[in-house]
């Protein structure tokens, strides 16, 4: 038993055992109060102290033997035989402790003590033996139940190992694919002639990589920080698309601070951004808006498609997107549909908060 266990089991065994003594000798004196020799309570309540408070020790060393055969690992009936066993030991050293206290309390002689067992072991024997299987059995279930509960904590703990190391696996796939994307950029900027812009990017990229690096060990991350990263990465896509790319992005300043998944809504912007690259001669319009609303913050994204693109999301980036949010949380929504003709909504609404909320 650990300190805590052990010091709540104190109290409450001597509290339980008191309360039913107390119980007890309440019955017993209303009983006595109507006969020829009444007894005060304060006396019956003295007189029943052995049998009650040596119950206090016995369920002690009960669940202390129980805790140390389950520490031996034996099988089904044998533990069953370990923990039964010492009844044959236990419940006589209490039979003989009991009624010498009760001969003390009553000023009577020791030479008295083999009558009063031989009484106890006609009338109240069984009882006791009852009694004591019911501790057992409390005591058995009990170490059980503390079993279930710590294999169950060390199963969540191991889940969530894994749970990490494959968030680990997903993020180490999605930082390629942006790093591949953001440099197809850099040799878009570079063939155009546009050496300038090309190394603002570069500078900009440089920057991201540095993010990564930094929360690389990093599970979580504020909402402003996501944002700062996004913001380089639309800097350098801006050069890219110049004219034919607007961009708009607001966050809810009371936002800014909540805790979310690192590198959850970059692959989102990178696929609004990806998507309406293709188109020809129309602007992409990307806008972005951030806020929060009874507990879920809500993402959304607009931007233009062409009229051959489809609505579905694909690619590494929403693929591995929608596995973290799986694993993360049991309520989320994730949703990319036609706003109206030409325009993609992306719709993102996670608790605040809590993980598997």
Same mark, same amino acid.
């Given at each position: ?29 209303? +009983? ?9 309570? *304060? ?41 039964? #066993?010492?009844?044959?030991?236990? !419940?006589?050293?209490?039979? $003989? ?56 904590? =060390? ?11 494959? $968030? ?33 990017? !570069? ?26 990263? #996004? ?19 607001? *966050? ?17 912007? =990178? ?52 596995? #973290? ?31 598997? +909320?």
């Amino acid at each position: 038993m650990n300190k805590n266990f052990s010091r709540y089991f104190w109290i409450a065994n001597i509290f339980i055992w008191l309360s039913i003594h107390f119980v007890f000798a309440l019955i017993q004196h209303h +009983a006595l109060a109507f006969t020829s020799n009444p007894v005060d309570l *304060v006396t019956v309540w003295w007189k029943l102290l052995p049998w009650f408070g040596n119950w206090i020790w016995m369920t002690f060393i009960i669940f202390k033997l129980v805790d140390l055969n389950e520490r031996i690992n034996a099988s089904g009936f044998k533990r069953w035989m370990l923990n039964l #066993i010492p009844l044959v030991i236990l !419940i006589p050293i209490y039979w $003989l402790l009991s009624v010498t206290m009760r001969a003390f309390i009553d000023d009577k002689s020791i030479t008295t003590i083999p009558d009063s067992l031989l009484r106890v072991l006609s009338n109240s024997a069984l009882l006791d033996v009852f009694i004591y299987l019911g501790v057992l059995g409390m005591a058995m279930g009990i170490r059980f139940y503390q079993h279930a509960i710590n294999k169950q904590v =060390e199963l969540n703990r191991i889940g969530n190992l894994l749970i990490k190391e494959q $968030l680990k696996s997903l993020r180490s796939q999605l930082n390629p694919h942006f790093l591949f994307n953001t440099l197809n950029t850099i040799v878009s900027l570079i063939r155009l002639k546009r050496e300038s812009e090309a190394i603002q990017a !570069i500078t900009q990229l440089s920057q991201m990589l540095r993010k990564i690096l930094e929360n690389k060990d990093n599970s979580n991350a504020s909402v402003k920080d996501e944002i700062v990263f #996004i913001n380089s990465y639309l800097a350098i896509q801006k050069m890219r698309f110049s004219n034919t790319l607007n961009i708009n992005v607001m *966050v809810d300043e009371s936002c800014m601070d909540i805790v979310i998944p690192n590198m959850l809504l970059h692959p989102l912007v =990178e696929n609004a951004i990806q998507h309406g690259s293709q188109l020809q001669e129309t602007v992409n319009n990307f806008h972005m808006s951030i806020t929060h609303n009874n507990g879920m913050l809500i993402v959304t994204l607009t931007n233009n498609v062409g009229d051959s693109d489809t609505i579905k999301g694909f690619g590494i980036g929403l693929g591995n997107t929608r596995e #973290i949010l799986n694993k993360l949380y049991s309520n989320f929504q994730l949703d990319i549909k036609e706003k109206y003709e030409g325009v993609v909504e992306t719709i993102l609404a996670i608790p605040i908060g809590g993980k598997n +909320a």
